[in-house]
Nanobody, 118 residues
Framework: VQLAESGGGTVQPGGSLRLSCVAS????????ASWYRQAPGRQRESVAS???????TYADSVKGRFTISRDNAFKTIYLQMNNLEPEDTAVYLC?????????????WGQGTQVTVSS
């Protein structure tokens, strides 16, 4: 199983981006999934999480601006980011707990850069 993020880029403050995280492979399902971000010189932080039953949590810093969702049929996790601020600049990484017939395991993507700058 591999995770691949896309959708990052450079936007002005107040702009929007939609990140996607696609899980590829066969014979698996996604349990929970999360978006994290890591800015230079800062610790990695959890941005948003969604459970198998679509229970959702957000970091306080993004509540009301970011929306996490999932499409089980396409094995994709999304992060809609609105009203972006310079403080949102970071590498955004997707993580998912993947279940196969024999085990559950956490996987990480490589990340996608988001830059918010005027």
């Amino acid at each position: 199983v591999q995770l691949a993020e896309s959708g990052g880029g450079t936007v002005q403050p107040g702009g929007s981006l939609r990140l996607s995280c696609v899980a590829s492979g066969s014979g698996f399902s996604i349990n929970s999934a999360s978006w994290y971000r890591q800015a230079p010189g800062r610790q990695r932080e959890s941005v948003a999480s969604i459970s198998r039953f679509t229970e959702i949590t957000y970091a306080d810093s993004v509540k009301g601006r970011f929306t996490i969702s999932r499409d089980n049929a396409f094995k994709t996790i999304y992060l809609q980011m609105n009203n972006l601020e310079p403080e949102d600049t970071a590498v955004y990484l997707c993580s998912a707990n993947i279940a196969t017939m024999t085990r559950r395991q956490d996987y990480w993507g490589q990340g996608t850069q988001v830059t918010v700058s005027s």
